[in-house]
């Protein structure tokens, strides 16, 4: 249930109305627009009167939400979530590219790619260390140490380092990491993203091989309601019939993900399509589609990666590929 308040409504009232509503046992989510201040009542509403609340004088309105996500729910939340990672801003109008290979491989690898990304824009660095692999014989990420070449390429070039947790068992290496991507594999790994809601570090949640978008929400939830609002979503294609591509990109997730949330949603061109020269129309696709930002797979020698060369773009392939992005930004932006 959400409950509108008037504008201006003194603080003493509002206090008093929110303790009454704490009094009933509800959790109560409190979202304070330009105008107006949004209470999300979380819990069992079933015995609150509607009517009761909705006659008070500092009361606008009151409705019913039937969406079982509600921290991520953008009812509760009118305006737009903007996740901030250092000076770096994704949401709320703020469109940012992250950039780098798909895993970590050696010093010269990771730096050589991250000064690449960073001349042509991008003001993220992805790298994995940990790698989801689908066969246990393929080069499973240098775990730790690529976490420390991550925070080389950090120091060297500025830009904040996104790389992916598998297991709750490796969150004390991911301290110092800036934002910790749970992929596709682990959306519904309920235990991980429950602690994640208590890392306090932003979260990119992918989308799994095979999930609906409300699963993706709820999955958002769980870590939203363990304490963490600081939740980017993101589309990566998903599972279907097609036989020529990876996995099918689903662009329209975008403006549906925006009208049901006000969480950022970003898109990932290089796991979606599997093919680097597929990469650079979905990632202009995806940007005049609304996206709030992109991860691209981008390696200085994608013939001899260890994990996803076929679909990763050279440096100066994506650096061609960020000028467009600006042009359509310029006009697709708000
Ligand atoms: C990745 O980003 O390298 C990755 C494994 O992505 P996904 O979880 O979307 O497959
Ligand atoms: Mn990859």
């Not at 079982?68 to 801003?89: A, L, T, W």
């Not at 979260?203 to 929400?217: D, M, Q, S, V």
């Not at 679909?311 to 359509?328: C, T």
Request: net charge negative.
């Amino acid at each position: 249930m959400i409950v509108v308040l008037k504008p201006g409504v003194q603080e003493e009232k509002r206090t008093q109305l929110i303790e009454w509503l704490k009094g009933m046992g509800l959790g109560i989510h409190i979202s304070d627009g330009d105008y107006q201040t949004v209470l999300g009542l979380i819990g069992d509403t079933s015995k609150v009167d509607m009517d009761l609340i909705e006659s008070l004088d500092i009361v606008d309105s009151v409705k019913r939400v039937s969406e079982p996500f509600k921290c991520c729910n953008r009812k509760f939340h009118p305006d737009d979530m903007i996740v901030e990672v250092g000076d770096v801003k994704i949401g709320g109008g703020n469109f940012c590219m992250i950039a780098g290979p798909c895993s970590v491989e050696t010093e010269e690898q990771i730096l050589g790619v991250a000064k690449a990304v960073k001349a042509s824009g991008a003001n993220m660095l992805r790298g994995g260390a940990f790698k989801p692999r689908t066969s246990p014989y393929d080069f499973q990420g240098l775990k730790d140490k690529g976490i420390e070449l991550l925070k080389i390429a950090r120091q060297e070039t500025g830009l904040p380092i996104v790389t992916e947790i598998m297991s709750v068992s490796d969150l004390h290496l991911f301290e110092d990491v800036d934002v910790l991507q749970v992929g596709a594999r682990n959306m519904q790994n309920f235990d991980l993203l429950r602690e994640l809601g208590q890392f306090g570090k932003p979260i990119l949640l992918k989308r799994g091989l095979a999930n609906t978008l409300k699963e993706l929400l709820m999955s958002a939830e769980y870590i939203m309601a363990s304490g963490n609002e600081q939740v980017i979503l993101c589309e990566r294609g998903i599972r279907t019939f097609d036989d020529y591509t990876r996995n099918t990109l689903d662009l329209a997730a975008v403006p549906m993900l925006r009208e049901l949330t006000h969480l950022p949603i970003i898109v990932d061109p290089s796991h979606a399509t599997g093919i680097a020269r597929l990469v650079p129309p979905m990632a202009l696709a995806a940007t005049a589609g609304g996206a709030d930002g992109l991860i691209i797979e981008v390696h200085n020698d994608p013939i001899h990666a260890l994990c996803d060369g076929a679909q990763s773009l050279r440096p100066e392939e994506y650096d061609e590929l960020a000028k467009q992005i600006m042009k359509i930004r310029e006009v697709v932006a708000k």
